[in-house]
């Protein structure tokens, strides 16, 4: 069955770096878009960027200079890349298959920018 | 960017209850809206697609609908298991947007 999961630090100091990755399977990420999604806590949902069954990427414009989205399709994971991290990219990271019409997200990991 | 607005921040039913929760879309999306339900540390999961589609598995009390830019989204006959925070999603352009979410409870 389809399954996502998100694996990255919980903890990142402010103006560092975030990576995270999102490992897939039952499914192929050459027909299939990856969506990041990001929920600050307590509050709600905000979509990151995608990467598409092409290769190609959009990202959210007011993400867009800090962002970026890769996959390695040998290994079925797709990568997120933020930079210049700040207090208010506190949240739990999601990534999630064809966002809006397939079911099919990972639990999710709490990203922390604190020093 | 297009704004979706879900005007009830917070919504009280009985159960059986019918219930409708509304997203208001700032201009055209045609059909490009879904609807998730979160639950508390979980994972938003898929109910609707394409406005009116049902998600699968997904229980045929939760349907959805479209007038013009206003998106509604129905529960025939509440059940416990349906308290949660809904969002709405626009998937026409980006940046994709989530409305705030209706938060439903149980009266």
């Known amino acids: 069955q389809v399954q996502l999961k998100e694996s990255g630090p919980g903890l990142v100091q402010p103006s560092q770096t975030l990576s995270l990755t999102c490992t897939v399977s039952?499914?192929?990420?050459?027909?299939?878009?990856v969506h990041w999604v990001r929920q600050p806590p307590g509050k709600g949902l905000e979509w990151v960027g995608a990467i598409w069954s092409g290769g190609s990427t959009d990202y959210n414009s007011a993400l867009k200079s800090r962002l970026s989205i890769s996959r390695d399709t040998s290994k079925s994971q797709v990568f997120l890349k933020m930079n210049s991290l700040q207090t208010e990219d506190t949240a739990i990271y999601f990534c999630t298959k064809q966002l809006g019409f397939s079911a099919g997200w990972g639990q999710g990991t709490l990203v922390t920018v604190s020093s | 960017d297009i704004q979706m607005t879900q005007s009830l921040a917070s919504l009280s039913a009985s159960l059986e209850e019918i219930v409708t929760i509304t997203c208001q879309a700032s201009?055209?999306?045609?059909?490009?809206l879904a609807w998730y339900q979160q639950k508390p540390g979980k994972s938003p999961q898929l109910l609707i697609h394409?406005?009116?589609s049902l998600a699968d598995g997904i229980p045929s009390r939760f349907s959805g609908s479209r007038s013009g830019t206003q998106y509604s989204l129905k529960i025939s006959r509440l059940q416990v298991e349906d308290t949660g925070i809904y969002y709405c999603l626009q998937r026409y352009s980006n940046p994709y947007t989530f409305g705030a979410g209706t938060k439903l409870e149980l009266k």
């Open positions: 039952g499914f192929s990420l050459t027909s299939n878009s």
């Open positions: 201009q055209d999306i045609g059909n490009w």
């Open positions: 394409s406005a009116t």
